[in-house]
């Protein structure tokens, strides 16, 4: 089935210059860019986007890293969108991503891992009415 799935470009790998590299990797396996857009995260969208960490010991860490600078969002459709993004992106940690994955080639570590994308149909659909609440299917 044809879906949407939300992935966001993290402030690492907007500073090193990876955003367009990593779009492009995106648009070869046949995904569709429906929207985009660059923003800053506030504390308040962070806390709402990362609600499932907020009580983790990192969390103060992880805040102060994805609120640092702009980060690349974008809705992406394509069949099984949700899965093939994480396959594409790879592993939360980048030393234990496959091969040939966005994380492997890029992150620098857990944290720093240059990319966001939803984990499951549910994540994809609020967080895209999160990011883009103009946004109607
Ligand atoms: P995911 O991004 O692969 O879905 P999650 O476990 O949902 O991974 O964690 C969300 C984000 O929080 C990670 O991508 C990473 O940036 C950060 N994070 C997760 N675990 C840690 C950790 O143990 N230390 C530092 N940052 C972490
Ligand atoms: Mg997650």
């Known amino acids: 089935m044809v879906e949407q799935t939300f992935i966001f470009i993290k402030p690492d790998g907007v500073e090193r210059g990876l955003s367009e590299t990593i779009l492009q990797k995106f648009t070869?396996?046949?995904?569709k860019i429906l929207h985009i857009k660059e923003l800053t995260l506030t504390k308040e969208m962070a806390d709402i986007h990362y609600n499932e960490h907020v009580d983790k010991?990192?969390?103060p860490d992880l805040l102060s890293f994805i609120t640092r600078g702009p980060i690349i969002a974008a809705i992406m459709e394509k069949e099984n969108?949700?899965?093939e993004a994480r396959v594409l992106v790879g592993?939360?940690?980048p030393a234990e991503a496959e091969e040939g994955t966005i994380r492997k080639e890029?992150?620098?570590n857990t944290g720093e891992n240059?990319?966001?994308a939803s984990d499951s149909e549910k994540s994809a659909?609020?967080?895209i009415q999160h990011f883009f609440p103009?946004?109607?299917?």
């Open 28 to 31: 070869d396996n046949n995904f």
């Open 125 to 127: 659909e609020s967080e």
């Open 81 to 83: 969108a949700v899965e």
């Open 106 to 108: 890029f992150g620098k």
């Open 114 to 116: 240059v990319i966001h």
């Open 91 to 93: 592993a939360t940690n």
């Open 134 to 137: 103009d946004y109607v299917t």
């Open 57 to 59: 010991p990192f969390y």
